[in-house]
């Protein structure tokens, strides 16, 4: 059998999962044209690898986001955290709306280095899959603009470590926004959000096709009704199957004659 060269080996390794989106992020080149939107998102760039670096991340793609890992948890609330930062204060300084939604997730990844062929003829040098990766996608995708969402494994990790943060992480926000449900997922997921009170959104995310939460059912009046008639129903034919009979059926009105006999 012929042996698998070294550089395209996978890898398994325990990452935190990072995906951006920035918003409206086409109708902003309308706005402003694409030579100004070329300039505004070369400073953008250069910003964010400052932050990897101080981060200790690394960009594996970009598009209108960027999908981002890191080794430890609280360095990629760091970065969600500077991200936003540095977002908004690009936009003040442009006087342009920038704002961008962000999903984290923290799991086991399989990569592997694309062949030297590939990467010329404009591969990633670097692919990275995993349950872990829609995991954090479908976060990104649930938040609004400015909010960053969590599952519930990179809250609990992500939150014991928040003293590294020092008096940023003291000041931090922590909300559950409740069990959703996400297509293609096969049971419901915990979500959280954090923020700095005033400038995260704190607020229970939108819904959609493909995502939606789930209510407890004192919330859900229709699907009530539903299972109680449904018990109901249950009810009477269990106790039309049980009940006894008696000991002679008569009919409604029939007529019964007692007659003596002398001896």
């Known amino acids: 059998m012929e042996e698998v060269p070294e550089s395209l080996q996978s890898s398994r390794q325990f990452k935190t ?7 409206d992020s086409v109708a902003l080149v309308e706005r402003i044209g694409d030579n100004a939107a070329a300039d505004l998102f070369r400073t953008l760039d250069a ?6 670096r101080r981060w200790n991340g690394r960009l594996i793609d970009r598009s209108d986001g960027m999908f981002l890992l890191f080794n430890a948890p609280v360095d990629g609330l760091g970065f969600a955290l ?3 930062d540095v977002l908004d204060r690009l936009g003040k300084e442009k006087k342009l709306p920038l704002r961008a939604r962000l999903g984290m997730h923290v799991g086991y990844v399989l990569s592997w280095h694309n062949s030297e062929e590939a990467v ?4 990633k040098s670097l692919e990275v899959e995993g349950l872990a990766k829609p995991m954090a996608a479908r976060l990104m995708a649930l938040a609004r603009p400015g909010q960053i969402l969590l599952s519930a494994a990179a809250e609990s990790m992500m939150r014991s470590a928040q003293r590294e ?3 940023r992480g003291a000041r ?3 909300k559950s926004h409740g069990h959703w449900h996400f297509k293609g997922m096969p049971s419901a997921q915990e979500v959280f959000e954090v923020g700095r009170e005033g400038r995260a959104p704190l607020r229970m995310p939108p819904g959609s096709e493909k995502a939606w939460r789930e209510l407890p059912l004192w919330r859900r009046p229709l699907a009530l009704v539903t299972e109680a008639v449904l018990l109901l129903g249950l009810l009477i034919a269990a106790w039309v199957i049980v009940r006894p ?5 008569f009919a409604e009105r029939n007529w019964v004659l007692v007659g003596g006999y002398a001896i």
């Not at 910003?47 to 990897?52: F, G, K, R, T």
């Not at 010329?120 to 591969?123: L, N, R, V, Y």
């Open 17 to 23: 999962l990072v995906l951006t989106d920035l918003c």
């Open 47 to 52: 910003q964010v690898m400052q932050l990897l």
């Open 82 to 84: 500077d991200y936003l």
């Open 120 to 123: 010329a003829a404009g591969a």
């Open 165 to 167: 943060l020092d008096d």
């Open 172 to 174: 931090l926000k922590w």
């Open 245 to 249: 009979e008696p000991a002679i059926a």
